[in-house]
């Protein structure tokens, strides 16, 4: 026998896969919030075909909102890069940017709904209301949470510890903003054809 026989291949051991809990953890979260607001689509397609619903125009400042958190998306995304490349001051600039205009998402959602109350459309009474008000209020909420969170990364920003060596913490952020920034799109999108 040779010594080729003898010997036995040995695999080498394969790595296994691994991934930040906290980023696991971010991304089970967002798989809940799009389910749920895949149902609440859902329900709103099936309530409407049921008749009884109430045909209104969505509030024009909607139409802003939109763009104002596309925007939002592309500073937060410009921050990420100044992290990337260990540039606080613009890191800092542009989370402060993307605040800012969160916040503007959020008071032209609430300048919405005043325009929907004008139209006579009101959270309690005819459904489709309802409807744009639950949907648009949820994800004002996540907007929030992304504001708190966005103020966790300014502070962290704030004591150099947001840098190329450590980026854990505004991959985070910016994967949750871009998501509610396009969940808003889908959103809006859904609710302008599904008058």
């Not at 959602?109 to 006579?120: A, C, N, Y």
């Not at 704030?158 to 903003?177: F, K, V």
Request: glycine share 8%; proline share 3%.
């Amino acid at each position: 026998m040779s010594k080729v026989d003898d010997m036995k291949i040995v695999e080498e051991p394969r790595k296994p896969l691994a991934m930040n809990p906290k980023k696991f953890a971010l991304w089970l979260f967002m798989a809940t919030v799009v389910m749920l607001f895949a149902s609440w689509t859902s329900a709103y397609i099936v309530r409407q075909a049921e008749g009884n619903w109430q045909f209104f125009e969505l509030p024009g400042i909607f139409t802003f909102s939109t763009g104002i958190i596309l925007i939002s998306s592309i500073t937060m995304q410009i921050g990420y890069f100044a992290a990337k490349s260990n540039s606080t001051g613009r890191l800092q600039l542009m989370l402060i940017i993307t605040a800012v205009l969160g916040v503007i998402f959020l008071g032209a959602q609430v300048l919405g709904w005043g325009d929907l109350v004008s139209k006579s459309v009101y959270f309690v009474g005819n459904p489709s209301g309802s409807f744009v008000y639950v949907i648009t209020g949820f994800h004002g909420l996540h907007i929030v949470s992304a504001l708190i969170f966005l103020l966790i990364v300014m502070r962290s920003a704030s004591r150099d510890r947001i840098h190329s060596g450590n980026l854990a913490q505004i991959e985070m952020c910016t994967t949750y903003w871009h998501f509610l920034g396009f969940l808003w799109v889908y959103l809006y999108i859904f609710l302008t054809i599904n008058r």
